[in-house]
């Protein structure tokens, strides 16, 4: 695989919590990954399922990483007219982070063109990556083989005992960690909110937001491998 120096970026689209609140993407799962990659010499773009400016949810601007993110002039840029993933080409890019936040769960499944950028990233040997509810991308990605992506990899996600914690086991459409491990994932997890970061080849998943610096460095770690 040629090095391109780039990694991508995917949020959602999606910004509304079955009529409970606002949600979106939840900033930490982007402005970490965005630090840790860029500091390592990558360019970050971002795409999202419906192009544009994606919302944003749990933002902590007491954390300077989130509050550098948000006030980066590039960035703020890139943000206000992301590209669909129809309109980006999986061969530019090394890697692909999918970040989470609850939104990700109505529209990530669904999408049948990020379906197609992970996979044949993916199957070129790219990086895939998710963090938190991120792993619901990997819910709709199946290999040319007809397989899951997930099917017999060591994964981790944001846990049903998590979902229950917060409260929206019955609000989700579904329970992630039990999708996955229905399509064959061996799921792992730690205790709620600790980090817990797993690595299986080119697929990187992370359970929650404590985990999304890890994500980030796993990925680098695969790419420099």
Request: aromatic fraction near 8%; glycine fraction near 10%.
């Amino acid at each position: 695989m040629r090095a391109t120096r780039k990694i991508l970026i995917a949020l959602t689209s999606h910004g509304d919590l079955a009529g409970l609140r606002p949600t979106g993407y939840y900033l930490a799962e982007a402005a970490h990954p965005w630090h840790v990659f860029t500091e390592a010499g990558y360019t970050v773009d971002f795409v999202s399922v419906a192009g544009g400016e994606p919302p944003i949810d749990g933002a902590d601007l007491t954390d300077p990483i989130q509050k550098a993110f948000t006030e980066d002039t590039t960035v703020q840029a890139q943000l206000a007219v992301t590209p669909t993933f129809a309109e980006v080409d999986q061969a530019d890019y090394d890697a692909i982070l999918f970040a989470g936040g609850h939104g990700a769960v109505f529209d990530f499944p669904d999408d049948p063109d990020l379906a197609t950028v992970a996979r044949d990233l993916y199957e070129r040997g790219g990086v895939v990556s998710a963090v938190c509810h991120g792993p619901a991308a990997l819910v709709g990605i199946t290999l040319s083989d007809g397989s899951p992506i997930v099917a017999g990899k060591n994964i981790a996600a944001f846990t049903d005992s998590e979902e229950a914690a917060v409260g929206l086991t019955d609000v989700v459409p579904f329970l992630l960690q039990s999708t996955l491990e229905k399509q064959g994932g061996k799921h792992t997890g730690a205790a709620d909110w600790q980090p817990h970061v797993v690595t299986d080849g080119n697929l990187v998943t992370g359970q929650n937001p404590a985990s999304s610096t890890g994500v980030a460095e796993a990925v680098v770690k695969v790419l420099r491998h």
